[in-house]
């Protein structure tokens, strides 16, 4: 049987959020936990989970802090946008059944392989 394809082209996401729709898309359909009616939702999850690592990386990059122009040392803006994005992400992880696994791998209870 082939897959809808709204579940295997599914527009409006950026290279990073369709990645993070290609990794977990198939399986919650599967589990029937997607479904045409709630993929607005994991649209969202997706974009919000990408906005998340692609702050992630440049926090990595440029350090947690930074010296505005007077020299003041801050946090990086990048911290508030991870913060805020994992905020965003819970509610929709526990919709989609993805909570526990979120939580398991911040403790490395798993590996996405």
Not at 9 to 24: F, I, K, M, N, T
Not at 54 to 70: F, H, L, M, Y
């Amino acid at each position: 049987m082939s897959k809808p394809k709204w579940l295997t082209q599914p527009e409006g996401l950026e290279d990073r959020a369709l990645s993070v729709w290609r990794y977990y898309g198939p399986g919650l359909h599967s589990r029937g936990r997607l479904g045409q009616n709630n993929a607005e939702s994991f649209r969202s999850l997706c974009r919000i989970l990408a906005l998340c690592e692609a702050a992630s990386e440049q926090i990595e990059r440029d350090g947690p802090v930074i010296k505005s122009n007077t020299g003041t040392v801050r946090a990086h803006p990048a911290v508030k946008i991870v913060l805020d994005a994992q905020k965003a992400a819970v509610p929709l992880l526990r919709l989609f059944g993805l909570h526990q696994e979120a939580q398991q791998n911040v403790y490395g209870a798993w590996e996405v392989k």
